[in-house]
């Protein structure tokens, strides 16, 4: 009974251990992520017309690129591409990549991910190695005149015994002619190993903004082919251009076939499609005189794709101080910025939605507006005369609200620093104003308060379009808001 309880048990095991092996191992997944840097660890000559380059497995690749140049040139010049199961690649001298001995070569090699599409970093100085010159022949040896010799006059011969004459002289064996021996026949050549088949990863290409670029990789098979070399071209430059190493780049709308092929003869080669779509550009003109204010902005009506407008933002370039921002507002129907001209110039303003350019405003101011520059330099010599160089950022601020607090007096409704500050009055939005000029004019960080909504505005017109009773001037410091209510007493 215990022998057939140890004999089931014993079939049991071993069809359990069957099972085991039957069941596939998981797969691990194919890794998106970048390839780490590959390490040359030799390159070497072998002879004077092959290069053995070796290098380290990178983590994350599944291509390798070897690329190669002379020594003292700037361009990488792609030399093989091989799978990540290869570490070394041997560079045979060829017409497209021509060894000279007695000439120095840098070689690299960059690793790829096909799976995330994404390049490893690389040795940008490479590894260089000179190709040895061939051995001059070594000159042939004069031939050795022998050297004379004194000849020993022969000793007489011994008197010949006549033979007798009924013996007849032996005749002499006639020699049998040796036949010539064949010459080798000669060994045939093999012929070149052609390539058999080309292949771009990937296949398919979209790109949606002007001037951006991806990396396209050709793999040749078969692995021993003798000239693995490819070249790239396009269909249509006016669309997408592609250079010597496969990096595509958008022009403009359209469609272009990338092409490699290649340069052995086999007639191999393979295609990628590319589409370009850059977004719509309503590229305008915006002509405007000193002093004068324009909203601009975006709507349903040209937009109707845009969902939500209150994710439309503007990148305003207004390095010269052009024209002076007035402040943004969005409804679910349009989004906006109001502008004013400030001095003779030129500036733009993009609109932007989901990481995109949708439209372009270019700004040109045709004259200055000279209450403006008469206010600037009205503040730059007050600046001078109430500043000293060793003063803080918190001493200049409360100098400058002092300032007004005691050169100004109130009156309602003088609200616009650049058209009150000779007349010396403002109220309560006119010394806001004036208030945040002064500390723009160092760098400091300026917001605005509505007593009616407690709230800090970034643009003035903003604070005061919410209503309330009161506007006053908040300033950064050290992290927080400080108040500078600079508005003058009144009775």
């Known amino acids: 009974m215990l022998r057939k309880i140890k004999s089931h048990l014993a079939i049991l095991l071993m069809l359990a251990l069957a099972f085991t092996l039957l069941i596939p191992a998981p797969v691990q997944a194919a890794s998106k992520k970048k390839p780490v ?34 020594a003292g040139t700037k361009k990488w010049r792609t030399l093989a591409t091989v799978k990540s199961n290869k570490t070394t690649y041997t560079h045979k001298s060829n017409n497209k990549a021509r060894l000279v001995a007695g000439k120095k070569y840098v070689y690299t090699v960059r690793a790829y991910n096909k799976y995330g599409k994404k390049w490893g970093s690389y040795n940008t100085k490479g590894k260089t190695v000179m190709i040895p010159k061939k051995k001059a022949a070594p000159p042939a040896t004069a031939p050795v005149k022998p050297k004379p010799t004194t000849q020993t006059p022969a000793k007489p011969t011994a008197t010949l015994v006549p033979v007798k004459p009924t013996e007849a002289p032996k005749p002499t064996a006639t020699p049998v002619p040796v036949k010539p021996t064949e010459a080798p026949k000669p060994t045939a050549t093999p012929a070149p190993v052609k390539v058999s088949s080309v292949t771009i990863n990937p296949s398919t290409l979209k790109l949606t903004s002007k001037g951006q670029t991806a990396q396209l990789s050709a793999s040749v098979l078969p692995n021993n082919a003798e000239n693995k070399s490819i ?20 022009v403009a709308n359209g469609n272009a076939t ?47 794709e845009i969902t939500d407008f209150s994710k439309v933002t503007f990148d305003c370039k207004n390095s010269d101080t052009i024209y002076e921002i007035c402040g943004f507002d969005n409804t679910s129907r349009y989004a906006a910025v109001t502008i004013q001209a400030l001095r003779q110039g030129n500036g733009t303003i993009t609109a932007n939605y989901d990481n995109k350019i949708i439209a372009r405003w270019t700004i040109n101011v045709t004259s200055n507006w000279d209450e403006y520059i008469g206010y600037v330099n009205w503040r730059k010599q007050v600046e001078s005369q109430i500043w000293t160089s060793g003063m803080s950022v918190k001493e200049k601020c409360d100098a400058a609200k002092e300032y007004i607090k005691t050169n100004f007096t109130y009156k309602l409704g003088y609200c616009q620093g ?31 308060v509505n ?26 410091m050290n992290g927080a808001w400080e108040s500078y209510d600079a508005q003058p007493q009144h009775n």
């Open 418 to 448: 650049v058209l009150i500050y000779e007349d010396k009055m403002c109220d309560c939005i006119g010394a806001s104003n004036i208030m945040g000029d002064f500390a723009k004019d160092i760098n400091c960080t300026v917001g605005y």
């Open 37 to 70: 840097k590959v390490t040359v660890t030799s390159v070497k000559t072998s002879g004077t017309n092959k290069v053995v380059i070796k290098w380290r497995k990178a983590k994350y690749a599944t291509n390798y690129r070897i690329y190669w140049k002379q």
């Open 231 to 250: 070249v790239w071209s396009t269909s249509n430059a006016s669309v997408a251009t592609v250079d010597n190493n496969g990096v595509v780049t958008a």
């Open 258 to 304: 990338i092409t490699a092929a290649a340069l052995d003869g086999s007639g191999k080669y393979a295609e990628c499609s590319v589409v370009v779509e850059i977004p719509k550009e309503n590229n305008q003109i915006i002509e405007l005189a000193g002093s004068e204010s324009k909203k601009i902005g975006i709507t349903k009506s040209s937009f109707p």
């Open 451 to 476: 007593m009616g909504t407690d709230t800090v505005y970034t643009y003035l017109s903003d604070a005061v379009s919410a209503g309330g009773n009161h506007i006053f001037t908040v300033i950064q």
